[in-house]
Structures are given as C-alpha cells and as structure tokens.
C-alpha cells in the first residue's frame, strides 16, 4: 500500500483542507519549540522566511490546535487555521488556493 502525506493513498489530488476558502495543497513546515518566544513572534518569522523563500507573502497558517489555545484567528496578519494532523510545534505555511 502506498500512503501519502497525512496518510493518504497514492496521488489523491482531494485537498487535505476542505473548507473552500482554507484549501491549501502546497506549504512550507517550520518547526519552532522555544518556550521564550510567544504564539505570535513564532507565526512572524514563519511569515518572513516563507517571503523571503518564495518571494510573496503567505496568508494562512495551520497549527496543531494545542499550539494555537489563546490565538484568537488571526497571528502576525495571517488566518490561523487548527488542524490534528499538523505536529505540535510546527505551522504549516502558504497560500489559500
């Protein structure tokens, strides 16, 4: 059997979010741990790098719903969206298609 990211099987080209206006195939995973730096700060500089990276801004963020327990919707001007397949620590980054 062939799984895929997130468990899925084979090329399935369903996206992983189906919500149509949180619909993200294509990100960047930044992982960032310390304790010291707030919810916020650590959205900020997943931002910075993923425009320096890929030269646009990106406008949506999915954490893992224990990392984002204070965040209201939005992190350093980004949709921050909950999601149990992404890690704890890690914000999955990018562009709503």
């Known amino acids: 059997m062939n799984v895929g990211m997130f468990g899925r099987r084979g090329n399935d080209p369903r996206p992983l979010f189906t ?22 700060d650590k959205v900020s500089r997943a931002a910075e790098h993923y425009r320096r990276k890929y030269g646009r801004p990106p406008d949506v963020c999915f954490v893992h719903p224990t990392s984002a327990q204070k965040v209201k919707d939005r992190a350093a001007g980004l949709l921050v ?9 890690h914000f999955w980054i990018g562009v709503r298609e």
Do not use: A, Q
């Open 81 to 89: 969206k909950t999601s149990k397949t992404v890690l704890p620590n």
């Open 19 to 40: 919500k149509e206006r949180d619909v993200m195939n294509v990100g960047m995973l930044w992982f960032d741990n310390d304790p010291k730096r707030s919810f916020d």
